[in-house]
């Protein structure tokens, strides 16, 4: 009797468990569909969508196991309505080996981290140089420093990008096709802002968007927690956890609001349009679905395998972008192990 009162009691517990996960992932995935202030927990969870995705695999595996159908049906139907947000992480396939062979328009968009800071000049260069191997013709940079040692880089670009584009601080777009016009987005309170400029591709005028938003504030937190650390003021962890998490929130915030400013901007253009950027949050949040609005997601089109941008082996998220209008077509979409940075440059070639 006491050995069927436990096993009754833990199968109990593991019911629980799967309609406590399926029931967050299920919210997770609309946490996007909400703006962030006042819904902060809810916007939270599409940040741990991947955590509870894991957790429904293996509850699901679990009824299996006991041959418990109906339990297992609900870890089931959860994981399928977690297909579609799976596919922003991961696409089955690969580049086909005439992709590069079609003719269209090849962007790239790469946070450089300001080149490093090198002194020489080496590592601007060198970016150069892949940009032509990659035979890109639009380059959005993010984190742009115009000094490498003692050259200009605009200079230095111009020979094989000879239309440049330069908007707020650290923002730059480098074309081999005419710049017709261009218009910074400056953001309120912060040094991140976004740009655009219409791109004349030869008789065909598109408007490509150069987007940096806000980032987390975590990392500027736990500088200061260290800080006072070796100062030798105690921080307790509640302290700090909460610290985080306002750090966290204030960067969702300001992220959604400057995504809005930018989506408004890209819903007035009366051209087709390319959006490239850092924009610091991952797919299904809502930043993510404001920009995207009724673009293409370009990986989702014609990417393959697992994407993640940011090169922390720690954290193998997506958060640089590359979207675009219907009226395009993409053709090929991936990133390139380029060390001069943390993050890893995008590039997709487009069907005008």
């Given at each position: 009797?006491?050995?069927?009162?436990?096993?009754?009691y833990f199968?109990?517990l593991?019911?629980?468990?799967?309609?406590?996960?399926?029931?967050?992932?299920i919210?997770?995935?609309?946490?996007?569909d909400v703006?962030?202030?006042g819904n902060t927990?809810r916007?939270?969870?599409v940040?741990?969508l991947?955590?509870l995705?894991?957790?429904?695999?293996?509850?699901?595996?679990?009824w299996?196991?006991?041959?418990?159908?109906?339990?297992?049906a609900?870890?089931?139907i959860?994981?399928?309505?977690?297909i579609?947000?799976?596919?922003?992480?991961y696409?089955?396939?690969?580049?086909?080996?005439?992709?590069d062979s079609?003719s269209g328009i090849?962007?790239c968009?790469?946070?450089?981290?300001?080149f490093?800071?090198?002194?020489?000049?080496?590592i601007?260069q060198?970016?150069?140089?892949e940009?032509?191997r990659?035979?890109?013709?639009?380059?959005?940079?993010q984190?742009?420093?115009?000094m490498s040692g003692?050259r200009q880089?605009s200079?230095?670009?111009?020979d094989?990008f000879p239309?440049?584009?330069?908007?707020?601080?650290?923002m730059?777009?480098?074309s081999?096709?005419p710049?017709?016009?261009s218009?910074?987005?400056?953001f309120?309170m912060?040094?991140?802002?976004?740009?655009?400029?219409d791109?004349?591709?030869?008789?065909k005028?598109?408007r490509v968007?150069n987007?940096h938003?806000?980032?987390t504030?975590?990392?500027?937190t736990l500088?200061?927690?260290?800080k006072?650390?070796?100062?030798?003021?105690n921080i307790?962890?509640?302290r700090?956890?909460?610290?985080i998490?306002?750090?966290y929130a204030?960067?969702?915030i300001i992220r959604?609001?400057?995504a809005?400013?930018v989506?408004?901007e890209?819903?007035?253009?009366?051209?087709p349009?390319?959006?490239?950027g850092d924009f610091?949050?991952?797919?299904?949040?809502?930043?993510y679905?404001?920009?995207l609005?009724?673009l293409k997601?370009?990986?989702?089109?014609?990417?393959?395998?697992?994407m993640?941008t940011l090169?922390?082996?720690?954290?193998?998220v997506?958060?640089?972008y590359?979207?675009?209008?219907s009226?395009l077509?993409?053709?090929?979409?991936?990133k390139y192990?380029?060390t001069?940075?943390?993050?890893y440059?995008?590039?997709m070639?487009?069907?005008?």
């Amino acid at each position: 009797m006491g050995k069927l009162a436990v096993y009754k009691y833990f199968t109990f517990l593991f019911l629980i468990a799967t309609f406590f996960f399926a029931g967050f992932t299920i919210f997770g995935l609309f946490g996007g569909d909400v703006t962030p202030v006042g819904n902060t927990a809810r916007a939270m969870l599409v940040y741990i969508l991947p955590l509870l995705i894991i957790c429904d695999v293996l509850l699901l595996i679990y009824w299996l196991v006991r041959k418990r159908w109906l339990w297992a049906a609900v870890p089931l139907i959860t994981l399928m309505c977690c297909i579609p947000y799976c596919g922003t992480l991961y696409q089955f396939g690969s580049q086909g080996e005439d992709t590069d062979s079609k003719s269209g328009i090849k962007v790239c968009s790469y946070n450089v981290a300001l080149f490093g800071r090198e002194t020489t000049g080496f590592i601007a260069q060198d970016i150069l140089a892949e940009m032509k191997r990659q035979e890109v013709e639009v380059l959005c940079i993010q984190e742009y420093n115009e000094m490498s040692g003692d050259r200009q880089n605009s200079e230095s670009y111009k020979d094989y990008f000879p239309y440049m584009a330069q908007g707020r601080g650290d923002m730059v777009i480098f074309s081999r096709f005419p710049i017709k016009q261009s218009k910074n987005i400056a953001f309120e309170m912060t040094n991140n802002s976004a740009m655009w400029a219409d791109i004349d591709t030869g008789g065909k005028i598109i408007r490509v968007f150069n987007v940096h938003l806000q980032t987390t504030g975590i990392n500027s937190t736990l500088h200061g927690a260290a800080k006072l650390g070796v100062q030798g003021i105690n921080i307790e962890n509640n302290r700090l956890l909460k610290a985080i998490y306002g750090a966290y929130a204030q960067g969702m915030i300001i992220r959604a609001k400057q995504a809005e400013v930018v989506a408004n901007e890209i819903r007035t253009a009366n051209r087709p349009v390319i959006v490239c950027g850092d924009f610091n949050d991952v797919p299904y949040s809502y930043v993510y679905n404001t920009m995207l609005g009724d673009l293409k997601d370009g990986f989702r089109e014609c990417g393959s395998n697992w994407m993640y941008t940011l090169r922390d082996g720690r954290k193998r998220v997506r958060i640089d972008y590359i979207f675009h209008s219907s009226q395009l077509k993409g053709i090929s979409y991936y990133k390139y192990d380029l060390t001069y940075s943390d993050h890893y440059p995008i590039f997709m070639k487009l069907e005008i």
